[in-house]
């Protein structure tokens, strides 16, 4: 294995580029550690203690000190990892690491979602936020139903009426197009039309 390329990333850090591809990144110490030199071999000894020593370890610590801050789902703690241009098998090293811990755990991180806005969000809305945070159907569905059974989550019509409260809306004085308007409001943040329309007292021709 030869490298082919050294490029700087930081003032400390350098992108190890093997044989015409990317690799790692090292710190300036560890190419003098491990004679990593341009246009220089890298012996077998020397990638396997960068790749199951060095890099795991690193990317361990680095997820660890990332969820001191915040918990993280699977899914963006890994693009977090890739961001700092860590290999995926060595992304995949720790974050198995950390599951085996239940230092990240989606199901988990579902549940603390749904009950951090389930009185401020409808169900759909949570699910689609979850989905874009990279959790699985299934997990969301499970965690959606403990929420229920735990009266966790607020009952959709009556959060509707307080959004049409605070927004001031008077059916009986409203025009074809402010009805049309607050029912296009009220879907966009996840209301079934159904219970749209039985709040809203009209009818299926809306």
Do not use: W
Not at 3 to 21: N, Q, S
Not at 23 to 50: C, H, M, P, S, W
Not at 186 to 204: D, T
């Amino acid at each position: 294995m030869f490298v082919t390329d050294i490029i700087e990333y930081t003032k400390a850090k350098y992108k190890i580029f093997i044989d015409g591809e990317f690799a790692f990144v090292l710190y300036k110490g560890e190419l003098r550690q491990f004679n990593v030199e341009k246009d220089g071999e890298i012996t077998a000894e020397a990638y396997a203690k960068i790749m199951e020593e060095i890099l795991p370890k690193r990317a361990k610590l680095r997820a660890m000190h990332l969820l001191e801050k915040r918990p993280y789902t699977e899914k963006v703690l890994r693009d977090k990892l890739r961001e700092g241009f860590y290999p995926d098998e060595i992304i995949d090293i720790a974050l198995d690491y950390l599951k085996g811990y239940r230092y990240i755990d989606d199901y988990s991180y579902a549940c603390q979602y749904l009950d951090t806005y389930g009185f401020s969000k409808s169900v759909k809305k949570m699910e689609q936020d979850l989905m874009a945070k990279g959790i699985k159907k299934d997990i969301i569905t499970e965690a959606v139903q403990s929420r229920r059974e735990l009266g966790e989550l607020a009952d959709e019509r009556q959060m509707i009426r307080e959004l049409l409260q605070k927004k001031h809306f008077d059916f009986s004085s409203a025009t074809v197009k402010d009805r049309n308007r607050i029912m296009a409001y009220l879907y966009n943040k996840g209301y079934s039309i159904e219970n749209i329309r039985r709040e809203l007292n009209c009818s299926e021709d809306y």
